[in-house]
């Protein structure tokens, strides 16, 4: 098993450019989700799926979109990125809906101009 | 809200200098405890799930204790390679995210 992987490793965007952190588990989980990590700030969480079809807001999700076509993948989109946005985000996953021991990716470091 | 405070911010230890970090939570209800590890440039790591008051769980030199309004997870003879960030998160009754604490920094010298 791969486990949680994301593309890309690092990227950086001018402000405004659109972009898609990708995300994929192949542990055949139900739950996965979106973080962000901000120094001194700890893990927020942006949105998250309890399935395919299925996402919902978490703290933090303005600014960006979600969807769950299937249950490997969970795209995370930024329509229009700003300064702010600059972060290390991870995706997670976890077996069931209750959330146990999540599973996370290496993460994306990204960089907004 | 819930509320997850980790002190200290960073610790220094000599190795097999034992020591504990805190986790101290407010939550309506903990549904569970959790602690990770996370090293420079990586995803959090799970080390261990806590559910009630009393509870203890243990991994090779880490051992995770819990009561109702706080965590500690004891380093018993650390190693340098013990040395990464440490996270806890709670998850209250009735939701479902994992509110996470700013971690300790913990470092081991030889």
């Known amino acids: 098993n791969a486990g949680v992987t994301q593309t890309p490793k690092f990227q950086v965007l001018k402000t405004g450019q659109s972009m898609t952190l990708q995300c994929a588990q192949d542990m055949n989980h139900e739950y996965m989700s979106w973080y962000r990590q901000d120094p001194g700030m700890g893990l927020r969480l942006i949105h998250y799926s309890v399935g395919a079809g299925i996402t919902d807001q978490g703290e933090v999700p303005n600014g960006y979109n979600v969807s769950r076509s299937t249950t490997e993948d969970f795209p995370l989109r930024l329509l229009s990125a700003a300064p702010s946005q600059t972060s290390v985000y991870f995706c997670?996953?976890?077996?069931?809906?209750?959330?146990?021991?999540?599973?996370f990716g290496p993460g994306t470091r990204l960089l907004v101009l | 809200e819930d509320q997850v405070t980790q002190s200290p911010e960073a610790l220094r230890l000599q190795e097999g200098e034992s020591s504990s970090l805190n986790c101290s939570y407010t939550v309506s209800g903990l549904r569970g405890l959790f602690w990770y590890r996370q090293d420079p440039g990586k995803g959090p790591e799970f080390l261990f799930t806590l559910y009630s008051a009393g509870e203890e769980k243990e991994k090779e030199r880490l051992k995770a204790t819990l009561t109702k309004k706080e965590s500690f997870l004891h380093i018993t003879a650390p190693k340098p390679e013990d040395s990464a960030t440490y996270l806890c998160?709670?998850?209250?009754?009735?939701?479902?995210?994992?509110?996470f604490g700013s971690g300790t920094r913990l470092q081991v010298q030889p």
């Open positions: 998160a709670v998850q209250g009754t009735g939701r479902r995210a994992l509110t």
């Open positions: 997670a996953s976890s077996y069931s809906r209750d959330q146990e021991t999540q599973y």
